[in-house]
C-alpha cells in the first residue's frame, strides 16, 4: 500500500464509494462484496460521513438507493449520487428549468425531472443527454440528432462503451452511452460533453454538496480510469481495490493520473488503518 506511512487516513471524514465491482457485483446483480460491507460499517461506527457516487446512469438516484439498501448499505438517498444525477446538476447549474431530450431507461429522466428540468419530446430542445438505454429505438436516435444538428448542445451521461448487465431476462454485454453517442457525434460533427467520472467537477460538487472539502474526503473504487484519475484530478485521497479484471468498466481517463494513493486486494486492508 502505497504511501499509507505518510498518509493519516483515519482522519479523513467524507468516504465517496463507486458502486459496481466495489460494494456490489453490478446493480443487476448486488451480490455484496463483504469486505466492502466490513469498511462501510466501521466508518460508520467511527462517526464518518459515508455517500455514493457512481457513473451508473440507467438507474436513478433513487433506484441505486434502494438497491444498495437492499443488501445492507445503509446511508439517506441524499448522500446517494448517480451519473444521471450529475448530469442534470451539470444541466440545471447552467440553465435552470432548460428543456432535454433524455435518452435513458428511466433513471436519468427521473434525475432530471427531480432537479426540476423541462424533460420533453418535443421541440424546442436545449440539451439532448443520453444514457444507457436498451429499449432505445430509432425514432429516438433520429429525433436527438435532429436536434443536435438544430443547435441543441449534446450531452453523455457517464462514458461506458459496453457493460455487463441483465435485460428483460437476458444476461449479456450491452452497448453502453458513450457508443450510443458516438452515432450521434459522427451524424452531426458535434462532440458530446461526457458528465461523470472521472470529470472532477463532478467529484468537486458532491463534496461541495455534503459540506466537505477535497483534503477531507476519499474516493474508493475499483477503476483506474475513472474513480482513481476522477479523485486524484479533484484533489482527493484515492483508494483503488482490486477486483474481477472483466468486470471494469472501460472508461476514458481523460488523461488524469489514474495512480491511487492506496491500493488494496481487500477492503479490510483500510479498515486496519482506521
Not at 446517494?80 to 433524455?102: E, I, L
Not at 458530446?192 to 474526503?217: Q, R, Y
Request: proline share 3%.
Amino acid at each position: 500500500m502505497p504511501g499509507v506511512s505518510e498518509m493519516n487516513i483515519r482522519e479523513k471524514n467524507l468516504w465517496l464509494f463507486d458502486v459496481d465491482n466495489t460494494l456490489i457485483r453490478d446493480v443487476d446483480h448486488p451480490d455484496v462484496f463483504q469486505d466492502a460491507l466490513r469498511l462501510w460499517n466501521a466508518l460508520k461506527t467511527k462517526g464518518k460521513t459515508n455517500a455514493i457516487l457512481t457513473n451508473v446512469g440507467r438507474l436513478s438516484s433513487r433506484q441505486i438507493h434502494d438497491v444498495l439498501e437492499s443488501v445492507g448499505f445503509h446511508t439517506e438517498i441524499e448522500k446517494t449520487f448517480s451519473a444521471g444525477a450529475a448530469a442534470a446538476a451539470y444541466v440545471h447549474n447552467r440553465s435552470p428549468g432548460a428543456r432535454c431530450f433524455v435518452i435513458s431507461e428511466g433513471g436519468a429522466t427521473e434525475d432530471f425531472v427531480s432537479r426540476g428540468l423541462n424533460v420533453t419530446n418535443n421541440p424546442p430542445i436545449e440539451y439532448v443527454a443520453v444514457a444507457a438505454d436498451r429499449g432505445l429505438t430509432f425514432a429516438e436516435l433520429n429525433f436527438a440528432t435532429k436536434m443536435v444538428r438544430e443547435g441543441a448542445q449534446l450531452i453523455c451521461i457517464s462514458g461506458s462503451f459496453e457493460y455487463r448487465g441483465v435485460y428483460l431476462g437476458m444476461e449479456d454485454v450491452y452497448i453502453g452511452e458513450r457508443s450510443i453517442v458516438a452515432a450521434i457525434e459522427h451524424a452531426t460533427g458535434v462532440t458530446s460533453v461526457v458528465v461523470g467520472k472521472p470529470l472532477p467537477e463532478i467529484f468537486t460538487e458532491t463534496m461541495t454538496i455534503l459540506g466537505f472539502a477535497a483534503d477531507d474526503a476519499v474516493m474508493v473504487g475499483d477503476n483506474p480510469a475513472s474513480d482513481i484519475a476522477g479523485g486524484n484530478a479533484a484533489g482527493m485521497t484515492t483508494i483503488l481495490v482490486n477486483r474481477d479484471s472483466e468486470n471494469i468498466v472501460q472508461f476514458d481517463s481523460q488523461g488524469h493520473d489514474l495512480k491511487p494513493d492506496i491500493a488494496v486486494n481487500s477492503l479490510e486492508e483500510i479498515i486496519e488503518l482506521l
